[in-house]
């Protein structure tokens, strides 16, 4: 495999944390695509690059949880950083979404922009083009993605206690 093929996209984030969500059940290439509206070779693709980080096993099936979780934990605020920008339309994420939300009170908020949204806020752009659809259908994928924001954008304290939710969540699932 090329180097340049082999560093983590944003996109594998995004895909290693579905795979976390559906818990127990069963998934292929094609159901992941459509579920989080990416196509079945970057999929396919990921998986790889995912396999060369050693953040899921061989099959290319189990999420190896321990090092994803020291990767978000440690380096995914490095990797993909994000700066808060304008006031604009859409979806809560990190601190202030859930669950996030309940531990913290706090009068800023984060958002995805999405023309749809209900809320405003301070502009985080996701990880991916496709994160707001996606999590619109999977609860569980929505809070994963939105303390992994809290990790990217959040204060030392909101970053703390994203990790400490974050990696009881994965390592229990």
């Known amino acids: 495999m090329q180097l340049s093929k082999s560093n983590l996209k944003p996109q594998d984030i995004l895909i290693l944390l579905k795979i976390i969500a559906l818990g ?21 693709q990921s998986l790889n690059r995912s396999k060369y980080a050693g953040l899921i096993d ?7 949880k321990i090092a994803f979780t020291e990767f978000l934990l440690h380096g995914v605020t490095y990797a993909f950083p994000q700066k808060p920008g304008a006031i ?10 859930e669950p996030l939300n309940k531990i913290i009170k706090a009068n800023d908020k984060y958002v995805w922009p999405y023309a749809k949204g209900l809320e405003r806020g301070q502009a985080i752009e996701p ?5 707001v659809e996606a999590s619109m259908n999977d ?3 929505y ?3 939105t303390m ?5 954008v959040g204060r030392v304290r909101e970053k703390e206690i994203a990790k400490k939710e974050l990696e009881k969540r994965i390592l229990n699932a």
């Open 24 to 44: 127990k059940k069963s998934w292929y290439h094609h159901t992941i695509a459509q579920e989080l509206g990416i196509s079945q070779s970057e999929v396919s």
């Open 88 to 97: 604009v339309r859409g979806v809560l994420t990190a601190h202030a979404a």
């Open 148 to 152: 992994v924001d809290a990790i990217r």
């Open 127 to 131: 990880l991916y083009s496709t994160v």
């Open 139 to 141: 609860r569980d994928l």
């Open 58 to 64: 061989d099959a290319r099936k189990k999420v190896n």
């Open 143 to 145: 809070e994963l993605l």
